[in-house]
């Protein structure tokens, strides 16, 4: 199995742990602050995705959120030199405890401190999305890009 095949299976996994949690009884804490929260679904998710991972690759680097092994690595000091996996198990923790569904889960590989694949599965949409150096981008399978529209009407607003 390549890592594609893994980060697709890992997402896809990760995704059906989340949704059998209901956000409004999950287990809850926080982390540093209020707005800083990890849930039972958090922990569940990234024990999930590291398990997927290291059942191909048990030798790999995996970072993530919940997970302090590895976290120091991602200092800037080491970036340029970083191999391995970035994982955030619930990307959007608060949205998810809220009820809203709009989360998802995001993993990366990363090669020597550049991005190389990357994915993020909305698990209520049923939507991955993958992007590979020198591949492109797609959402479940079929290729994604940037809009080339350079002009647009003057009801259009982009708030930053």
């Given amino acids: 199995m390549n890592r594609k095949d893994v ?19 999950v287990t809850t804490a926080l982390k540093t602050n209020a707005g800083d929260l990890v ?3 958090d922990i ?15 030798n790999e680097l ?16 080491n970036l340029s030199r970083l191999t391995g996996w970035v ?19 995001s993993i990366g590989y990363i090669e020597h401190g550049e991005i190389v694949l990357g994915g993020i599965l909305d698990p209520y949409r049923n939507q991955l999305y993958l992007a590979e150096i020198g591949g492109g981008a797609t959402c479940n399978d079929l290729p994604i890009h940037v809009s080339s529209k350079t002009i647009f009407d003057p009801g259009t607003r982009v708030c930053v």
């Fill in 7 to 25: 980060l697709v299976s890992a997402l896809r996994k990760a995704g059906a742990v989340i949704l059998k949690y209901d956000p409004a009884t």
């Fill in 39 to 41: 849930t039972a679904a």
């Fill in 62 to 77: 995996v970072i993530a959120e919940e997970t302090q092994a590895g976290q120091e690595k991602l200092s800037s000091d």
């Fill in 44 to 58: 569940a998710s990234e024990k999930n995705i590291i398990n997927t991972i290291k059942a191909t690759f048990p």
């Fill in 87 to 105: 994982v955030d198990p619930i990307d959007g923790t608060n949205n998810f405890r809220r009820g809203m569904a709009y989360s998802g889960i």
